[in-house]
């Protein structure tokens, strides 16, 4: 989803910083890559298909870069129970009923032709420039996490447990492009981190709190 096909989108309660700025500029430019990847795959031949091996480099590197294992599977959940149930808080208290775009509720196979959904949605936008959502669904459907930045927008469908269903990614130069799952997943944890930092400082902030 793209900032200018939503409402106004909240910056962080009481002035509290991004979670995502406590990582270095190494750091980001590392996962600024990655999105790179999944944004432009045609751009990046050299690292699928018969080479798919440099991907596993790629990822490794990175995942040594990172301070926390990003990538490891015994760090998961990347988000508690808890953290996600202050979200939902959260998106009852202070989110907004909209229309998602019709190409991304298609593009997560959730609608058809010209189709949409009416969600309710919550969002931030952090100290990076970057915008984050997470809308909920109807009848127990799911979420879908969605993170847009200045090289495109990621958008994700998880069913009601948290697990992951479809991506894409959308940028003007691409339009709208699938992400599989085993790519996706990577830059989705990427997301819940965000997420759970963000419920952190919620519940610090006491910005739910009667």
């Known amino acids: 989803m793209k900032k200018d096909e939503l409402p106004e989108v909240?910056?962080?309660p009481g002035n509290l910083c991004s979670p995502l700025s406590k990582i270095n500029p190494r750091e980001r430019e590392s996962l600024g890559f990655l999105r790179k990847i999944a944004a432009n795959p045609t751009e990046f031949a050299g690292f699928t298909g018969t080479n798919g091996f440099r991907l596993?480099?790629?990822?490794?590197?990175?995942?040594?870069?990172?301070?926390?294992?990003?990538?490891?599977?015994?760090?998961?959940?990347?988000?508690?129970?808890?953290?996600?149930?202050?979200?939902?808080?959260?998106?009852?208290?202070?989110?907004?009923?909209?229309?998602?775009?019709?190409?991304?509720?298609?593009?997560?196979?959730?609608?058809?032709?010209?189709?949409?959904?009416?969600?309710k949605l919550d969002s931030f936008?952090?100290?990076?420039g970057a915008f984050h959502f997470i809308a909920k669904l109807d009848n127990d459907a799911g979420f879908i996490v969605s993170v847009t930045d200045l090289l495109a927008a990621h958008d994700f469908y998880v069913n009601k447990d948290r697990v992951l269903v479809s991506a894409i990614?959308?940028?003007?130069?691409?339009?709208?492009?699938?992400?599989?799952?085993?790519?996706?997943?990577?830059?989705?944890?990427?997301?819940?981190?965000?997420?759970?930092?963000?419920?952190?400082?919620?519940?610090?902030?006491?910005?739910?709190?009667?």
């Open 56 to 119: 596993s480099i790629l990822i490794a590197v990175i995942s040594f870069l990172i301070p926390f294992p990003l990538f490891a599977d015994d760090v998961k959940p990347f988000i508690t129970n808890g953290q996600f149930l202050e979200i939902l808080v959260d998106l009852g208290v202070s989110g907004t009923t909209v229309m998602l775009p019709a190409r991304v509720t298609k593009g997560l196979g959730l609608t058809h032709l010209d189709e949409t959904l009416t969600v």
């Open 169 to 210: 990614s959308v940028t003007e130069k691409n339009g709208v492009v699938s992400i599989p799952n085993k790519d996706a997943q990577k830059l989705l944890d990427v997301e819940w981190v965000y997420w759970a930092g963000m419920a952190d400082r919620l519940s610090t902030s006491g910005v739910n709190k009667k």
């Open 125 to 128: 936008k952090d100290d990076a």
């Open 10 to 12: 909240r910056t962080h």
